[in-house]
């Protein structure tokens, strides 16, 4: 099994940048997710991590660090449409689905 | 829009009852996995299937089946509802079992 520790909720600035921090105990790995979900509406891909280090998208990068079970998604340029719930999730080598931390509820303020 | 189409959109039932739920993968997909997202408990993984076979099961209740027709449309039927099932269930997609998972827009049940 597995264990994914997320903060329960951030508050930021529009404009500024964000790091929301993950991390996870398993058993095997084979792959790090972050998801954006809006409330009450479908979770959407950002990013993945398998090897170490930075992985960057636009606004968005994740890092990861598998000997210390550790990743970040960094946010910049906040928007106040990047008030969301964001996921993180962890591929075990056994299988290929995804299990989910709770979440980090991010409120991004004027 | 991630091309995963879940019917219906909203549903509502009491007690005891059963209800089915129906998911269309992308196109070119072969691997459907079904999650159920309560206010508590957060995203949890239910079944895969793939190519039509149940590839991994995850914390599904015995009184929750599915299955993945050849047209690679899936179903997860919930029986002899009770309360605690009330949850948003999700289904996604990805063309093979390795790949990124994209999900669909969810069923809302509710159960009174």
Not at chain 2, 31 to 56: C, H, K, M, P, T
Request: hydrophobic content about 30%.
């Amino acid at each position: 099994g597995q264990n994914i520790d997320q903060p329960t909720e951030m508050t930021a600035t529009e404009g500024a940048i964000v790091q929301i921090n993950c991390t996870y105990q398993t058993s095997g790995f084979n792959g790090l997710f972050w998801y954006q979900q809006h409330a009450g509406e479908a979770p959407t891909f950002l990013s993945y991590n398998v090897l170490d280090g930075l992985e960057e998208k636009g606004r968005f990068s994740s890092f990861l660090s598998r000997s210390k079970g550790y990743s970040y998604l960094l946010l910049k340029e906040l928007q106040m449409k990047d008030s969301a719930s964001y996921l993180c999730a962890v591929r075990e080598d056994s299988g290929y689905a995804l299990n989910f931390g709770k979440g980090t509820s991010l409120l991004v303020t004027p | 829009d991630s091309g995963v189409t879940q019917t219906p959109k909203h549903l509502i039932t009491a007690t005891g009852q059963r209800v089915t739920l129906r998911c269309s993968p992308r196109s070119g997909d072969l691997s459907v996995y079904w999650y159920q997202q309560s206010l508590d408990q957060g995203l949890q993984f239910l079944i895969q299937y793939y190519n039509g076979e149940e590839r991994a099961k995850g914390n599904i209740l015995e009184r929750f089946s599915a299955q993945q027709f050849p047209d690679l449309h899936s179903e997860l039927n919930l029986s002899s509802l009770e309360l605690g099932d009330s949850a948003l269930y999700f289904c996604a997609s990805s063309p093979r079992y390795e790949d990124t998972q994209y999900f669909g827009p969810g069923t809302r049940l509710t159960v009174l």
